[in-house]
């Protein structure tokens, strides 16, 4: 089962720094604990997607993910490469879209709380909508 969850961005400079899950408590009333990302693979091919489209290519790249008082944070660098890369781009640019969203396989739950995520494979980050 791969679950999502939302995150939002600021920009800084020129820099877009994003916030792709915190320990708040989603939409769906699901929560993951930031100290149990697994981030190895992930690490490996760093995808930026958007809307969570797998059939697509990655419109960008993360960089500098890591965990930071509770929140997984990473900065994104988008790619000229295609039209929709660069649309995406624009759209961050204007404030239009301002929202993540994570990709992820769920590891382990907490036994007393089924909706509390202990452990979780990150897949992607997404660009989304909503």
Do not use: C
């Amino acid at each position: 089962m791969i679950t999502r969850i939302k995150g939002y961005l600021q920009k800084e400079n020129s820099e877009i720094i994003g916030i792709a899950s915190t320990e708040k408590e989603d939409r769906q009333g699901e929560m993951i604990k930031q100290d149990g990302w697994d981030l190895k693979n992930f690490k490996k091919n760093p995808v930026l997607l958007a809307s969570h489209n797998y059939r697509e290519f990655p419109i960008g790249k993360i960089t500098n993910i890591k965990i930071e008082d509770k929140k997984l944070t990473f900065k994104a660098l988008f790619s000229e490469a295609t039209t929709l890369a660069r649309e995406a781009y624009q759209l961050v640019q204007e404030g239009i879209l301002r929202s993540f969203s994570v990709g992820f396989i769920p590891r382990e739950y907490d036994a007393k709380n089924p909706s509390v995520i202990t452990k979780a494979e990150l897949l992607e980050i997404s660009l989304v909508s909503v």
